[in-house]
C-alpha cells in the first residue's frame, strides 16, 4: 500500500488570545506556538498502522514554511518514508479549492493507493481540502473517517462520523483520498530512534513550477473567492463572571450553586 | 434569475432540523438575487417529506428513485452537477454537515464554480454575493467575498440560525433522476448506531463536563470526586473522548449528544461551535476556563476566568460543606 499523507502546519490558538493584523486580512500569528494540525496528527498515525500491517511506503505532502520541517520530520519519526514540502507564496491559501490543486500536483508524481489527510484544518476548518483533492486526481473519497479497513481486492471499508453518533459504512475502491477525524487511533509518541532515523530521510522542498503546476492556476486571480475582511467577533455574553482569588471564586460559585437549589 | 436551491437533508426516513434553518436564509436572499427559493430532495419514497419541505411556501423539486435510498456522496454529486446545468440557479446551499462536506468540494472542482464551507450569513448586495464565517474555533470571522460566477456553492452551518416556523402550501415537482444506473465504486453498507453506555448522559440532572484543559488522565479523579459530591454524571467535548480519558457514549455535541441537564459544569473546555450546540438544552451552565476569550462564555450563566484545577479543589470542598 502506497499512502500519501498531507498533513497542515497551523497555530495552537485553543488558550490564546487572537488579533487581526492592520491589513484586516491576516492575524497576528507571531506569539503562537505551531505544530501538525490535530486530524492531520490522527491522519500521520492511520497510515503509519496501515503500513504496519500491510507493508509499503508513506510520503508526507504539505505545504508550508521551513520551520515547518520540525513537524515533517516528526511525521518521518514516526515512521513516513519521506516527505515534499512545498513553499510558495504564489498560492490562495484562502481558498481550499487552489491548496487542493496544488496538492494534487505533488500526488501527481507520486505513485499512491491512498491518500489520507485530516477532515479539517483547525485554523480555518473549512473542511474541503480533502474531498476537492479527490476530485482534482479524479478518484474516490469518503470524508470524516472513524474507522478504515483494508479488504482484498483493491477495495477499503470506512466508518464515516455522522452527526447524533451514527456511523455510516462504506465501501469504496481504491485508489481513493479518505479525511480523518479525530479519535480514529491513539497517535504514538515519536521513538527516539524513529527521531534520529528522520534526520536522514529525504525531505525535498519545492516551488510549484517543480511540480508541474502553473502558479497562475492557484493563485489570488484564479480564486473565485476573495478574502475581504478578518475581525473578532463581539461576544455577548450575559454571564455573571465571578472574581476573586481562586479561593473566593470556588467559594462564591459553590453558594451561587447551593443557594440556587442548582444542585 | 437568481434562484436560490437549497438541498434538504434527510436521514432514516426523517428531514433533519439544518433543512429547514436554511429556509430561514434562502426566500430572503432569493428575494434580494431577483429569483426564488427552491428545495431540492434527493432519496426513495420521498412523498410525505415532500409535502412537509412543502408547507414552508417553497416549491419543492424531488428526485425519487431507488438509487437514493441510501446517501451515497457520488450520486448526490452527479444529481447536482446535471441540475445546476438544467435549472442554472443563482446559488446553491447544502448543510455543512457529513453530507454536504462529503460532496459539495468536488461538485465544485467539478463545474469550476467557487465555494464557501461552513457560512454562517449570507447577504447579496451591489451585485455580490458575500459569505460569513469562523476561522479559530469561532474566535474570528471572515467576511469572504464570491467573484461574479454562474453559481454560488455554499454549505450552511447546522444551527447558526433559527428555522422558520411553516408558512403557506407551496408545490411539488417530481423531476426525472440524472443517475440511470448505480455506481460500482462506492457502495453504502450499513449505518451502525452509537454504543449504549452505563450512564446516558441525555437523561443526565447534572453534568460536570470537560474538556482538553483536563490536560492528562490522571486529573480524572479530581472531576470524580466532585462529581460524586454533587450527583452528577461525567461528559465531555471531543478533545475529552479524543484522548480516552471519558468513554465515547459521553461526547457532547453535534458528532455526539445533545443534553438537557438542569445543571451543565463546563471544565476547561473551550466551547468550540459543535460543542455549544449540544447544550442548548442546559437550564444553567457554568462555565471555567483559563482563556478569557473562550467561546464557552457567551452561553455561560455564570462563568470564572481561572485555572481548573485551582478552583476544582476548593469548589468540591465547600460544595461538600454546604450540602453536608
Given amino acids: 500500500m502506497k499512502t500519501i499523507v498531507c498533513i ?25 506556538s505551531f505544530d501538525i494540525n490535530d486530524a492531520d496528527n490522527y491522519a500521520v498515525e492511520e497510515s503509519v498502522l496501515i503500513k504496519e500491517a500491510k507493508g509499503g511506503e508513506i510520503t508526507v505532502v504539505s505545504i508550508g514554511p521551513k520551520k515547518s520541517d520540525v513537524m515533517i520530520r516528526m511525521a518521518m519519526a514516526k515512521g513516513c518514508d519521506k516527505a515534499v514540502r512545498i513553499e510558495d507564496d504564489r498560492i490562495a491559501g484562502h481558498d481550499p479549492l487552489m491548496v487542493a490543486k496544488v496538492l494534487a500536483g505533488a500526488a501527481k508524481g507520486e505513485e499512491f493507493d491512498l491518500v489520507l489527510t485530516g477532515c479539517m484544518a483547525s485554523d480555518d476548518g473549512h ?55 479525530t479519535g480514529i487511533n491513539e497517535p504514538r509518541y515519536a521513538p527516539i530512534r524513529g527521531i534520529r532515523e528522520a534526520q536522514k530521510k529525504e525531505l525535498k522542498v519545492v516551488k510549484l513550477d517543480d511540480l508541474g503546476v502553473d502558479p497562475a492556476s492557484v493563485g489570488p486571480d484564479a480564486s473565485q473567492i476573495i478574502l475581504e475582511a478578518l475581525y473578532i467577533p463581539e461576544v455577548e455574553s450575559s454571564a455573571e463572571f465571578i472574581a476573586g482569588d481562586p479561593n473566593e471564586k470556588a467559594e462564591k460559585l459553590a453558594s451561587i450553586l447551593v443557594k440556587g437549589g442548582l444542585i | 434569475m437568481g434562484n436560490v436551491l437549497v438541498l434538504a437533508e434527510h436521514r432514516q426516513g426523517v428531514l433533519r432540523d439544518i433543512s429547514f434553518e436554511m429556509l430561514a436564509v434562502a426566500p430572503k436572499l432569493a428575494a434580494d438575487m431577483g429569483g426564488e427559493a427552491m428545495v431540492l430532495l434527493i432519496g426513495s419514497s420521498m412523498d410525505d417529506m415532500a409535502k412537509k419541505a412543502a408547507g414552508y411556501g417553497v416549491k419543492v423539486m424531488v428526485v425519487d428513485d431507488p438509487l437514493f435510498k441510501d446517501f451515497n456522496a457520488d450520486k448526490y454529486q452527479k444529481v447536482l452537477s446535471a441540475l445546476i446545468d438544467d435549472l442554472k440557479p443563482a446559488v446553491v446551499i447544502t448543510g455543512h454537515t457529513a453530507q454536504g462536506v462529503d460532496f459539495m468540494p468536488a461538485l465544485a472542482v467539478e463545474k469550476k464554480l467557487p465555494l ?110 466532585l462529581a460524586k459530591a454533587i450527583k452528577a454524571d461525567i461528559a465531555g467535548s471531543r478533545a475529552a473522548i479524543d484522548a480516552g480519558w471519558i468513554p465515547h457514549d459521553r461526547q457532547v455535541g453535534t458528532s455526539g449528544k445533545s443534553v438537557k441537564p438542569k445543571l451543565y459544569i463546563a471544565m476547561g473546555i473551550s466551547g468550540a461551535f459543535q460543542h455549544i450546540a449540544g447544550i442548548k438544552g442546559a437550564k444553567t451552565v457554568v462555565a471555567i476556563n483559563k482563556d478569557p476569550d473562550a467561546p464557552i462564555f457567551a452561553v455561560a450563566d455564570y462563568a470564572i476566568v481561572d485555572d481548573m484545577f485551582k478552583i476544582i479543589p476548593k469548589l468540591t470542598e465547600k460544595l461538600k460543606e454546604l450540602k453536608g
Fill in chain 1, 8 to 32: 497542515k502546519y497551523v497555530p495552537d490558538t485553543s488558550e490564546a488570545e487572537v488579533k487581526v493584523n492592520p491589513d484586516g486580512i491576516t492575524v497576528d500569528s507571531s506569539r503562537f
Fill in chain 1, 127 to 181: 473542511m474541503s481540502t480533502g474531498v476537492a483533492l479527490a476530485e482534482e486526481l479524479g478518484v474516490n473519497h469518503a470524508s470524516m473517517v472513524k474507522k478504515i479497513e483494508v479488504l482484498d481486492g483493491g477495495k477499503i471499508k470506512v466508518s464515516r462520523e455522522l452527526e447524533g453518533g451514527l456511523m455510516e459504512v462504506v465501501e469504496l475502491e481504491l485508489p481513493a483520498v479518505i479525511t480523518i477525524q
Fill in chain 2, 116 to 225: 464557501i464551507a461552513e457560512v454562517i450569513g449570507l447577504e447579496y448586495a451591489g451585485g455580490t454575493l458575500k459569505a460569513t464565517r469562523q476561522l479559530y474555533s469561532g474566535k474570528v470571522n471572515a467576511t469572504l467575498a464570491f467573484k461574479p460566477a454562474d453559481t454560488y456553492l455554499v454549505t450552511f452551518r447546522e444551527g447558526a440560525v433559527e428555522a422558520p416556523a411553516p408558512s403557506s402550501a407551496g408545490t411539488v415537482e417530481k423531476l426525472d433522476s440524472p443517475l440511470k444506473e448505480d455506481l460500482p465504486y462506492r457502495k453504502f453498507v450499513e449505518y451502525i448506531e452509537s454504543e449504549v453506555g452505563d450512564v446516558d448522559i441525555t437523561q443526565s440532572n447534572i453534568l460536570v463536563a470537560i474538556g482538553r484543559g483536563l490536560k492528562e488522565d490522571k486529573n480524572l479523579p479530581l472531576i470524580e470526586e
